[in-house]
């Protein structure tokens, strides 16, 4: 598949941190679509413009210049709970999951380009998720549990790998 969007995100959930969740630049990708009503009556809707699993991008090699990396962080959650529904549950095999996913995006990103990664440390470190990446985010700010981490990719006389 060839994108005609300059942004993917491959796991846009609800969307809740964009400002506009119909923005016409980002390419809004995520394995489910479905609509829940919650307790407190509001509806939490998952609508990508794409059905696609971020181990598996259905897109062509360097297609992106920014991509949006927010995976599910919970691995201990009711199938049908609130939390579930709104941020996804983590399988079994996090780790490797977490590994294909970051290739993929990586694949995926133009050189030159640019990965936003979000994550929660509320049941996983940050530390034992950046073991299952190749590189070593540029930069990245915490705000509580919640660390927003930067990747770029550059040529490949990259020395931004976990090796250096």
């Not at 996090?94 to 929660?120: A, H, P, S, Y």
Request: glycine share 6%; charged share 25%.
């Amino acid at each position: 598949m060839t994108p005609t969007k300059p942004v993917l995100d491959v796991c846009c959930g609800p969307k809740m941190f964009y400002f506009n969740k119909q923005n016409d630049d980002v390419l809004f990708c995520d394995k489910r679509r479905e609509t829940h009503m919650l307790c407190d009556g509001r509806t939490l809707e998952v609508n990508p413009d794409v059905i696609a699993d971020f181990r598996n991008l259905p897109f062509s090699d360097e297609s992106f210049y920014l991509v949006i990396f927010d995976p599910p962080h919970l691995k201990q959650v009711g199938d049908n709970s609130w939390l579930c529904k709104k941020y996804g549950k983590l399988a079994q095999d996090w780790q490797n999951d977490l590994k294909k996913g970051f290739d993929e995006c990586m694949r995926v990103l133009k050189t030159n380009g640019t990965l936003i990664f979000k994550w929660n440390e509320n049941q996983i470190k940050v530390s034992e998720v950046l073991k299952c990446f190749s590189k070593k985010p540029l930069l990245g700010q915490v705000r509580g549990q919640t660390h927003w981490l930067v990747f770029f990719k550059g040529n490949n006389n990259d020395t931004n790998t976990k090796n250096s």
